[in-house]
């Protein structure tokens, strides 16, 4: 280490800084400098006594009257990106309704979502090492402390997404929504029950949450139903949500299959809003099958085709790797039942086990449970004459293959349908499906929220801390998403989450230089080589300035002695 003499000129007048600056060398040899510590301010004889110091040096001041040392090492890099989000997403304003000290405790509890999910009473631990614990008083991160801000939040549950609106550049005109469930431990939690699990945990007690996002996959709003309510259930209540409490005028809803009931989309109608939703199984097979071939064929011939009944346009499209998925599971389904109708052949003709009722019975679910039911033709008849309709006796079996039947179904698979109530001037056949593609935006939300932000399990029991610790992961992956869009720009496509933890190793490094009396310290980032490689991609994501201007506007305190 060395003292280095630096000269700027701004607005006509000379500035001269002095710090203590580390030499090393780059990957290509060249010498580059490591800002350690300011001396800017310091008498020049303490300025000299440093630098001869440094060099070994003896003078009118001692060795033993100069002494650098380094202090704590916190994280780091990836904290100081969270909170350059933070303020680049005015999540202050946001939650302008809170004290400055509830902000912080709220902030502690989304960054540690996003880079150390754990239990609130676990925080203040495993967050102690972050630049933003050391500059929060101790009890903002207290237990007790969290809850009771919990419970605020929570009366703000609405008010603060409508500030999040409001802080959002534009209106949106694209809403993509979807639900998605989140289970509990224990059986005691307010509007805990069970229900249709989609993270395949029928054995415990869930909520259902329904996110709305952008075009771009900008969440934008939230809402937390209790664990037995049906996704179609939850639409209309959002719709007046985003009508009244948002003041939206004119959107686009985009839904997924079994979303949208018929009442769902007159109430969308209703509202003045438009929608593209895919459609439900069988709702696609009858419209499907009311199709002639040569408009079938039209789907693979122009990847697309077009028609309108009683007054809806529907679009449909054709997918090669659809049918080919599709096919194959026809196919896999068809061998199955065959083997199992054999199987049932040869025991209801050795053998009285079955009535004919009851292996009708049985013989449908089988061929309803492989989705084949229509493409077998199936005879059941008895074989014992003297034994009547409902006694168990020998019965003759026989199957084929319903050919009229496999041939309607080759004719559908790889075709599907979206219904919209967008006029072709509005949005060409293309643009619809482009639109109706980006509720993966929702679902790499719900992603993130689940599986990087580990909303679940929940272990909260009280109904509004239940929704305030979904609110808190919602306003977690805002953040995220402003971080992960800026990151898809400059080419770096690793999860958000992944990212800060590497980032988090470029470290805040404490160095403290005392001489005559006078103290210096400062915080710099620990340049070594694993430093300067996570430094070298923050340049690459374009935010290294920031990050350094962010770090400079952060006062840390110095751990108190012990």
Known sequence: ?????????????????????????????????????????????????????????????????????????????????????????????????????????????????????????????????????????DNRLDED?????LDRLAEQFYPVQENLADAAEGEPTLMLYDTTSTYFEGTEAEGGEYGNSKDKRWDRYQIIVAVVTDGEGRPLAVEVWPGN????????????????????????????????????????????????????????????????????????????YEWQEDGVRYVGYFSARRQYRESQRRERKMEEAEE??????????KGRYYTPGRLREKVANLLEWAGVRDLWNVEIEPMDETQGPDEKSRIALEFSPNEVAIERRKAMEGRYVLATTLDEDERSAEDVHEDYKRLQQVERGFRHIKSYLKIRPIYHRLWRRIRAHVLICFLA?????????????????????????????????????????????????????????????????????SLAAYRRGISIPTAPAT
């Open 1 to 137: 280490m060395w003292v280095k003499k630096c000269w700027s000129t701004r607005d006509g007048k000379k500035y001269v800084t002095h710090h203590v600056v580390q030499s090393y060398r780059d990957e290509e040899g060249k010498v580059k400098h490591n800002y350690v510590v300011s001396l800017t301010g310091l008498p020049q004889e303490a300025i000299e006594a440093v630098r001869r110091a440094l060099k070994g040096q003896t003078g009118e001041m001692g060795l033993e009257d100069v002494e650098v040392t380094g202090g704590d090492s916190l994280r780091g890099a990836g904290q100081m990106a969270i909170w350059r989000a933070w303020k680049k997403t005015k999540m202050e304003k946001v939650l302008s309704s809170f004290t400055e000290a509830d902000r912080k405790s709220i902030f502690a509890m989304m960054a540690g979502r996003i880079t150390e999910p754990c239990s609130k009473l676990a925080l203040k631990d495993r967050c102690a090492d972050t630049f933003w614990a050391r500059s929060f008083s």
């Open 145 to 149: 402390v969290l809850y009771e801000v």
């Open 229 to 304: 309510t049906a996704d179609c259930a939850t639409v209309q209540h959002q719709i007046e949500l985003l009508r009244d409490r948002f003041g939206l005028k004119k959107a686009v809803f985009v839904g997924d299959t079994g979303m949208y009931s018929e009442a769902n989309l007159d109430a969308i109608t209703e509202a003045g809003y438009d929608y593209i939703v895919g459609l439900e199984y069988h709702r696609q097979k009858r419209l499907l099958l009311g199709l002639g071939k040569g408009q079938l064929d039209l789907f693979a011939e122009q990847g697309s």
């Open 340 to 349: 199992e109708l054999s199987r049932l052949q040869e025991t209801a003709r």
């Open 477 to 545: 992956y805002h953040l995220v998403w402003r971080m992960e869009t800026e990151l898809r720009e400059a080419g770096i496509t690793t999860e958000v989450e992944t990212v800060l933890r590497r980032w988090d190793q470029l470290r805040l490094s404490e160095t403290t230089v005392e001489v005559a009396g006078e103290s210096r310290t400062q915080w710099s980032w620990s340049l070594g080589q694993l430093g300067r490689e996570v430094r070298d991609e923050i340049k690459q994501a374009g935010v290294w300035r």
